[in-house]
């Protein structure tokens, strides 16, 4: 089981560093993946009394901002620090497999009504070490659960495309 | 031109989440690019009374800076979040193709005087979704235009050596 | 010297995004690298005091951090931007070859007693400019001095795979 959180956390770093786009639906013929996982990321934002339970904080914000709220409209500006439990399935208590550690950014502050548990998003895979050494890929994710901005669940379809 | 939007979008998260450096001129022999596109981005920074067109906020800055002007010296320690529109031409009145979303940071301490009007810059683009799946190669900045660190407008000559 | 300082700048802006990972040990066989090189990044954190000699800034921290301060426990939330002297060994007082530029993350939280002395860290290259156009590869971090949060020097061992 170490082994396994290890490796994950290697490749989990580097899904998360970049801002997502709405997926486009995977019109163009692709291959097929060299390597495929799903995970879940659980997410508790710090909220000023949670310090015991919460896995991520607001580390900045615009000047309309604080630490303790995300920031209206669409959360643009915030910029959130977490360290997020990962699991196999989407039971938050189920035994972790790794972490997700990184950076998330609120980049969109002229989009319309963009329904968050609807839409998906692909990011890009751009490198991993340990097993997961030098491969590329999309990793797609839906917000699994988005409960007042407290706590939220993503489900996250890695698809590596290059392996070594 | 909602998919072109699309796949723009796409593209451009990737491009900025690096920071810049000063372009090398060019003088190793490269392959021809598989794909080409010359980009306008337009950016209007919040400076605490232009919340109904600003475009960007500095959301972080070293303890000697704040959230509506830019650090001294060289913005060193700003971090700018920013939703740009983006345009095919210089005319910021053009209509947009897409967005620009990411995170611009002042890395540059000690540098001499950088002429910010006459350099270019190269950066990597290191991956890519839906048209641009699996895409690497250049982006060359120019600053196009520098308004009194209120408005400046970048060209971004996209040089892809990797498609799918 | 100069065109060696731009050099390493270009490749240097790629290694220091992303969250480093504790290295697994390079179990798996793997190729030889098309190139190598070993650097030292030389840090010296501002710490309200000492601003004509620091090296680099916190510019955001979380709800309970400060900017003159690293964050307990852990660093976890501090955001570092830092413009760092590049060395080839490592005496601080050896000829700059170039500068490190880029974002220290602390994402860290749940981390048991880290030995910051003792692990590496493996990061990925994920692309480069200049005489490092499009390459791909490894970088094993080495904490080789740690003095009271207020010094600490890198050793980073570079290692590309895909060289062009």
Known sequence: M????????ALLLFLLICSSDISTGEKTRRPEPCKRLVLYFH???YNGKNAQ?????IVASPAWGDKTTLAAPNRF????VFD?????????RSAPVGRAQGVLLGAINFA???DIMKNTRDLSVVGG????????????????????????R??????????Y
């Open 43 to 45: 997410d508790i934002l």
């Open 112 to 114: 319309g009504a963009d």
């Open 84 to 92: 997020d439990p990962v699991t196999l399935d989407n039971n938050f």
């Open 53 to 57: 339970n919460a896995t991520s904080a």
């Open 129 to 152: 070490t340990g097993d997961f050494f030098m491969t590329r890929g999309l990793a797609t994710l839906t917000t699994d659960a988005f409960e007042d901005d407290r706590y939220f």
């Open 77 to 80: 500006g915030d910029v959130v």
């Open 2 to 9: 170490a082994a396994t959180t290890e490796l994950i956390s």
């Open 154 to 163: 993503l489900r996250v379809d890695v698809k590596l495309y290059e392996c």
